[in-house]
């Protein structure tokens, strides 16, 4: 029973890091979290099993969205710095458009 509430109390943090984005502590509790599941035994009845499996699910999510934010930061980013970089164009729909040919630019002469 104590290993139940440890392991929920370290998912529970696990989820607040989460949500605040606070990936150090995310890194720390993940050691902890994976010592504490190889010590759960093979007696713990259905109801604590579902109950931590819904965690799990919940963390995953939003590890799965955190991820996508992350992903999205950088491309605002690379976005921001090619735009200091010089004059970038949209299409009618607002979409970058994407270089033709490899990305050479022809000259007239």
Request: proline share 3%.
């Amino acid at each position: 029973m104590q290993i139940d509430a440890n392991i929920e109390g370290l998912m529970d943090a696990m989820h607040a890091a989460l949500l605040s984005a606070n990936f150090e502590q995310l890194q720390q509790l993940a050691p902890d979290l994976e010592a504490a599941i190889l010590g759960l035994g093979q007696e713990e009845d259905r109801k604590t099993l579902t109950r931590l499996q819904a965690k799990s699910e919940r963390n995953a999510a939003a590890a799965l969205a955190a991820g996508k934010g992350v992903r999205a930061a950088i491309q605002r980013l690379e976005e921001v710095r090619e735009n200091a970089m010089g004059l970038v164009t949209y299409d009618e729909n607002g979409k970058r458009p994407q270089p033709a040919g490899g990305g050479e630019l022809s000259r007239r002469l």
